[in-house]
């Protein structure tokens, strides 16, 4: 009679720790994401991490803004292990903000480039792109743009095409120029490049290099994927445009040209951290690098160009400016594209 009593406790006993580890495990095989970015591509990268650790991804998107805030107002009680974003200043931001926490990884250490992460570790960059110049094949010549100071040479009257200055992608490239020059030469280059334009700063990046190919104008100011998401455009007539232009890589001769990232960094309330740190770690692999170029046209953090349009479009020399500063700089780019009527 004894025996089977103590079997059947026994039993029990086992059955119970092995639930609660299996409800341990379940609870813990998750990684929640804030990301800004809506890619399919990045869908893709996220059931792959599932795939190869069993650790879900719960996705909120929405603009970067309104996550930082949702952030700030959940504080301890946010349900957020990482928050990604498509632009170095809004990282940098959420750092300043202590939205972030430090984590020390040999992995990301030797990963991603020390330009492209928070000196003290706190966000990480997985994909760049880069602000180039696209130029009319017909009108310009590959040496007339050399560098993003040209644009202000009085030859580019009324040749010149940009998006708005409320977007960031042109606040971080203003943000990198008053870095190297200075405000007052920052403000003297928006001030003429303003004046060189074709029209109003309108549109997206894509709509500057249409406006290019459809002869509005000869050169645009836009991120280097926006050449590769139009020559390869399910649209024929995107195509056709897309075949009108080249791009060029601007300060090659001196500082490089201005890159940017997606990055992420771990929440500082992380509930999964661990699983948040194998998240951003496995975005940095080789798989994951190898595959973003092929699906997004971004630059992967080596700028190794394993597709055959980034091997066309040729190697360039990035600006290693650490991209924090493109975050510090940004309220004085902001104000300097005011004061140059660069709307
Ligand atoms: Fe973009």
């Known amino acids: 009679m004894k025996r089977p009593n103590s079997m059947i406790k026994k039993r029990i006993t086992v059955l119970s720790v092995m639930l609660m580890s299996a409800g341990a495990t379940l609870a813990d095989q998750v990684v929640n994401l804030y990301s800004q970015r809506h890619y399919p591509a990045d869908?893709?990268?996220?059931?792959?991490f599932t795939?190869?650790?069993?650790?879900?991804?719960?996705?909120?998107?929405a603009n970067a803004d309104e996550l930082i805030k949702r952030l700030e107002s959940e504080g301890e009680k946010s349900p957020a292990d990482v928050l990604l974003t498509k632009d170095a200043a809004?990282?940098?931001?959420?750092?300043?903000?202590?939205?972030?926490?430090?984590?020390?990884?040999?992995?990301?250490e030797k990963n991603v480039p020390s330009h492209l992460r928070d000196p003290d570790m706190q966000w990480f960059g997985f994909t760049q792109r880069a602000r180039v110049l696209v130029y009319a094949k017909d009108r310009?010549?590959?040496?007339?743009?050399?560098?993003?100071?040209?644009?202000?040479?009085?030859?580019?009257?009324?040749?010149?095409?940009?998006?708005s200055s409320a977007h960031i992608y042109n606040q971080s490239?203003?943000?990198?120029?008053?870095?190297?020059?200075?405000?007052?030469?920052?403000?003297?280059?928006?001030?003429?490049?303003?004046?060189?334009?074709?029209?109003?700063?309108?549109?997206?990046?894509?709509?500057?290099?249409r406006a290019v190919a459809r002869g509005l104008a000869d050169v645009a100011i836009v991120n280097s994927y926006y050449l590769g998401l139009l020559v390869n455009s399910e649209d024929p007539k995107d195509r056709e445009l897309a075949a009108k232009v080249k791009i060029a890589f601007p300060n090659q001769d001196d500082r490089g040209t201005?890159?940017?990232?997606?990055?992420?960094?771990?929440?500082k309330h992380a509930?999964?951290?661990?699983?948040?740190?194998?998240?951003?770690?496995?975005?940095?692999?080789?798989?994951?690098?190898?595959?973003?170029?092929?699906?997004?046209?971004?630059?992967?953090?080596?700028?190794k160009m394993v597709t055959p349009l980034h091997q066309a479009w040729g190697s360039f020399k990035p600006d290693t400016l650490n991209l924090k500063v493109l975050g510090e700089n940004n309220a004085k780019a902001i104000a300097i594209f005011q004061a140059a009527q660069w709307e």
Request: aromatic share 8%; charged share 25%; glycine share 6%.
């Open 271 to 303: 509930k999964n951290k661990g699983n948040a740190l194998k998240f951003i770690e496995f975005l940095t692999s080789k798989e994951v690098q190898d595959l973003y170029p092929v699906k997004t046209y971004e630059y992967p953090l080596s700028l």
């Open 173 to 209: 490239l203003l943000a990198g120029m008053i870095a190297t020059h200075g405000e007052k030469e920052a403000l003297l280059w928006a001030v003429k490049v303003r004046q060189n334009m074709a029209r109003k700063p309108q549109g997206s990046d894509r709509d500057q290099i």
């Open 43 to 48: 869908k893709e990268v996220f059931a792959l």
């Open 258 to 267: 201005h890159v940017n990232i997606s990055g992420i960094g771990v929440c």
């Open 90 to 108: 809004r990282l940098s931001w959420a750092a300043a903000k202590d939205l972030y926490q430090p984590v020390s990884s040999e992995i990301l």
């Open 140 to 163: 310009v010549k590959a040496d007339e743009l050399k560098t993003y100071e040209d644009l202000a040479k009085p030859e580019w009257k009324g040749r010149i095409v940009a998006r």
């Open 51 to 61: 795939q190869k650790t069993g650790i879900q991804v719960n996705v909120v998107t």
